[in-house]
DNA sequence: TTAATAAATGCACTTCCGTTGCATGACTAC
DNA sequence: GTAGTCATGCAACGGAAGTGCATTTATTAA
């Protein structure tokens, strides 16, 4: 049996050709991925067919978003321990000026910030934007 | 003399009237304003005309954007201490969940970040979604 | 004061991306 | 095998950023 195939249905969701190959791609690299990036890599298949692919990931926890600033919504594998469902992930992410991808540092968690009084922090995002380990060797 | 005309003009900005009244309009509350939110302040003007004053703001260091995960930039005064230009400012951004307001926190600094060997980080943008002091109270 | 020049404004249009509705096709359970 | 659920594909919508060009307004030079 193949392992991504048991993968998703461990994750409640149907192994099909499609989400085989999403799965497959986003496991090539450690890189996030846009929606766009996704289309590009399968010229063939739906745009919305790859959407929704997405999203279904999403909802059930196999990728969380990525908002590098960009403007453009990236996305990126969940790791083992990333707790995107429960209390949100709090790892940083790092976008590259020169080649322009942007990675998870999961292993670097957001320190703690002190917040004026009143204030209740539910969520946070932070992104380091400069040159990765890649570009500056 | 009016003193939003002569601030404009130091900073080498032609104090029009749609440029005053803009500025006007950033003034009144500390909290980042969309393109669209401007557009519904003034319906009467011209979007682009807006959009290129913002433009025009952003390029002079009068306003810098904001990007506080919603997908849509927004726009905020740049305070007396506000090195955008320079090195970038690094103090963080506050969404609230409840009003769907976004407000910099100026005077909270982003605090150190220790990145892996080989990163160098250049510019970073920490957002924290959560409950306002307005909302919270 | 007027002519020449530059800057600001307004309109139309484009592009990009996310998203939804609806019809069809595939799979699952009974 | 049939009913029902889920996945896919096509088309279209909508919001927001951005551009080209013509027109108006302001600035400068003669």
Known sequence: MNTIESFLESKKVRPTAMRLLVYKYMT???????????????????????????????EKGIVHQ???????????????????????????????????????????????INLPDGYIAEDMNLVIKGICEHCSG
Chains 1, 2 share one sequence.
């Open 28 to 58: 090539q690299s450690n890189v996030a991925k846009t929606l766009g990036d996704i289309e590009n890599a399968f010229a063939k298949a739906d745009r919305t067919t790859l959407y929704r692919t997405v999203k279904t990931f999403e």
């Open 66 to 112: 990525v908002d590098d600033g960009t403007g453009t919504i990236k996305y990126a594998l969940c790791e083992a321990g990333c707790n995107c469902d429960i209390d949100r992930d709090l790892h940083l992410h790092f976008r590259c000026n020169n080649c322009r991808e942007t990675t998870c540092l999961t292993e670097h968690k957001i320190p703690q």
